[in-house]
Nanobody, 123 residues
Framework: QVQVVESGGGLVQAGGSLTLSCTAS??????????MTWYRRTPGKQREFVARIRSGGRTDYADSARGRFTISRDNSKNTVYLRMNSLMPEDTDTYYCDALVADDPLGPYYDYWGQGIKVTVSS
């Protein structure tokens, strides 16, 4: 069993910064994380890709995030970070972490989702 938990959300003013964290944990002695992806979803709208970081460190960003957001990872902590700068009201949303994780070095990877965390940017 693997659990994924997001943290770091909250309320910020436009132009401010916020860092989201996503940590995977489980009962296994160790976990192996593959790609880690951030999405966001507004009720009534489709899920939107935000950023992804692969196991080797290669990153991918949505056009809306590129230049403002930075995704990084710390494998020793089973954690991925999303640093969000120059936040705008349109960034207000619920952000979700999708972690591709194996809890057995010889086993397969599976997708695990966090519960989502709210980010609110005031104008």
């Amino acid at each position: 069993q693997v659990q994924v938990v997001e943290s770091g959300g909250g309320l910020v003013q436009a132009g401010g910064s916020l860092t989201l964290s996503c940590t995977a944990s489980g009962s296994a002695p160790s976990l192996t994380l593959n790609s880690m992806t951030w999405y966001r979803r507004t009720p009534g709208k489709q899920r939107e890709f935000v950023a992804r970081i692969r196991s080797g460190g290669r990153t991918d960003y949505a056009d809306s995030a590129r230049g403002r957001f930075t995704i990084s990872r710390d494998n020793s902590k089973n954690t991925v970070y999303l640093r969000m700068n120059s936040l705008m009201p349109e960034d207000t949303d619920t952000y979700y972490c999708d972690a591709l994780v194996a809890d057995d070095p010889l086993g397969p990877y599976y997708d695990y989702w966090g519960q989502g965390i709210k980010v609110t940017v005031s104008s």
